[in-house]
């Protein structure tokens, strides 16, 4: 009986979106790493680039599907690791990267997509990583890159302008940690991954 309550709400939720109005579109803007990803690009502002799917339920209410990526890179002076904090002496220079694949809920106070203020709030797959880049002295780099997977947020305020154009406050958190191996010590890395960003969408 629960697997048929539960194929059943699949199967409403897949015909209401089936039967909804569908747009898609693409956003792009600054994104300024907060918390631990901060420190990790040495305060310095980086990008995030979204491609998103939207169906309109009505009633001001929206899906969307999203696929994003959020990067800022820096050389920080000093880096928090489990076993204190290491002096960047080497110049090492640090990515901190996201890429994640959610869905939102966004609510439009006017009742329509097309034009005027909306909120929204969703969850994501996030997959953090933490590339390091070494100088070396033939003038190349020796490159090590750092992967951690798990479960992402995020809560957006943005205004619609026209059919076609909206500007968009995405704040979006997730975690980095992982087991790394540092010169025969093995410890748990674990940064802080938020971002607030500040992007322009464009519908198709």
Same mark, same amino acid.
């Given at each position: 009986?629960?697997?048929?309550?539960?194929?059943?709400?699949?199967?409403?939720?897949?015909?209401?979106?089936?039967?909804?109005?569908?747009?898609?579109?693409?956003?792009?803007?600054?994104?300024?790493?907060?918390?631990?990803?901060?420190?990790?690009?040495?305060?310095?502002?980086? +990008?995030?680039? $979204?491609?998103?799917?939207?169906?309109?339920? #009505?009633? *001001?209410?929206?899906?969307?599907?999203? @696929? %994003? &990526?959020?990067?800022?890179?820096?050389?920080?002076?000093?880096?928090?690791?489990?076993?204190?904090?290491?002096?960047? +002496?080497?110049? $090492?220079?640090?990515?901190?990267?996201?890429? #994640?694949? *959610?869905?939102?809920?966004?609510?439009? @106070? %006017? &009742?329509?997509?097309?034009?005027?203020?909306?909120?929204?709030?969703?969850?994501?797959?996030?997959?953090?990583?933490?590339?390091?880049?070494?100088?070396?002295?033939?003038?190349?780099?020796?490159?090590?890159?750092?992967?951690?997977?798990? @479960?992402?947020?995020?809560?957006?305020?943005?205004?619609?302008?026209?059919?076609?154009?909206?500007?968009?406050?995405?704040?979006?958190?997730?975690?980095?940690?992982?087991?790394?191996?540092?010169?025969?010590?093995?410890?748990?890395?674990?940064?802080?991954?938020?971002?607030?960003?500040?992007?322009?969408?464009?519908?198709?």
């Amino acid at each position: 009986m629960k697997r048929l309550a539960l194929s059943t709400l699949f199967l409403v939720s897949a015909a209401s979106l089936a039967a909804a109005d569908f747009t898609g579109g693409i956003q792009l803007g600054p994104a300024f790493p907060l918390g631990d990803m901060r420190d990790l690009a040495n305060r310095s502002v980086g +990008a995030q680039l $979204v491609f998103f799917g939207r169906w309109d339920l #009505g009633a *001001g209410s929206m899906v969307r599907a999203r @696929l %994003e &990526g959020t990067s800022a890179k820096g050389t920080p002076k000093y880096l928090n690791s489990p076993f204190g904090t290491l002096t960047n +002496a080497d110049g $090492v220079q640090i990515t901190a990267a996201t890429t #994640g694949l *959610g869905a939102d809920y966004l609510w439009y @106070l %006017e &009742g329509s997509p097309a034009r005027g203020a909306y909120f929204g709030t969703g969850l994501s797959y996030a997959s953090n990583r933490v590339d390091l880049s070494l100088p070396v002295a033939s003038g190349g780099t020796n490159n090590t890159s750092y992967n951690s997977g798990g @479960l992402g947020y995020g809560f957006y305020a943005g205004y619609q302008f026209s059919p076609r154009w909206s500007m968009e406050l995405v704040y979006r958190a997730s975690t980095f940690n992982k087991d790394i191996d540092v010169k025969g010590q093995t410890g748990t890395f674990r940064y802080t991954m938020p971002s607030l960003s500040v992007v322009a969408g464009y519908t198709f």
